[in-house]
């Protein structure tokens, strides 16, 4: 796991029908594109079969399918999320919605999950535009067409 510097992460959401954060990771020389490749080696891992945790009496489950999104930066990882958390007699669900990108040693996740009802279009609608404005904030990042 490559060394961070800094990291901010700012979260919000217009209404409780969905949840979104962008974090900002400051790495030491290389490590975003080390980052990178393993966001990019975690989500075909779990796309191609869902990949369970269990840690005391906790179980969280996860799975991962790409999502194909214009305008990114290259080299962009997104992905669609289904994580399921069972733990003290509950089971929670989230749907959600991760983009990542790099510039130079900076990583930026932005991660959106939505609420029960509101569809996984309007989620990636809102985490796809989140992504380009950090992308668009980082400064430098090319965007494509």
Wanted: net charge positive.
């Amino acid at each position: 796991m490559a060394d961070t510097y800094g990291t901010m992460q700012v979260t919000g959401s217009s209404d409780a029908s969905y949840k979104i954060s962008n974090e900002v990771v400051a790495y030491t020389a290389g490590g975003a594109a080390q980052a990178l490749a393993e966001v990019k080696n975690a989500a075909a891992a779990c796309s191609a079969a869902t990949i369970t945790r269990i840690q005391g009496s906790n179980r969280v489950s996860f799975h991962t399918a790409p999502l194909n999104v214009s305008g990114l930066p290259a080299g962009s990882v997104a992905v669609t999320l289904h994580v399921v958390l069972q733990s003290a007699g509950k089971t929670i669900t989230e749907d959600g919605v991760a983009i990542y990108m790099v510039r130079g040693n900076i990583l930026s996740g932005v991660y959106a999950y939505t609420a029960p009802g509101l569809p996984m279009a309007k989620i990636s609608e809102l985490a796809i535009h989140s992504a380009k404005r950090s992308a668009e904030k980082l400064g430098g990042l090319t965007l494509a067409a």
